[in-house]
């Protein structure tokens, strides 16, 4: 497992308040995304971190922690 996949695992709650139905970018355990859809997030997260591999989520509006 990756630390930035355990990282969310790791903070799913405290990820889920603060991004709910958003998609989200993750990379060295720090949200670098944020938009309505993946491409939003993709886009943000390309624009600071270009050519690295990140993490693309989606944060579903229910808590499932």
């Known amino acids: 497992m990756s630390a930035d996949f ?3 695992v790791e903070h799913s709650h405290e ?3 603060k991004y709910a139905g ?3 970018a ?3 355990e720090e949200v670098i995304g944020v938009g309505d ?3 939003e997030a993709a886009k ?3 624009e600071k971190h270009p ?3 990140y993490i693309l989520d989606y944060v579903d ?3 499932r922690v």
Do not use: F, R, S
């Open 51 to 53: 050519g690295t591999n």
């Open 61 to 63: 509006t229910v808590d």
């Open 15 to 17: 990820i889920y308040e």
């Open 6 to 8: 355990a990282w969310l």
């Open 44 to 46: 943000q997260a390309e």
């Open 37 to 39: 859809t993946v491409l």
């Open 26 to 28: 993750v990379l060295n």
């Open 22 to 24: 958003k998609c989200i």
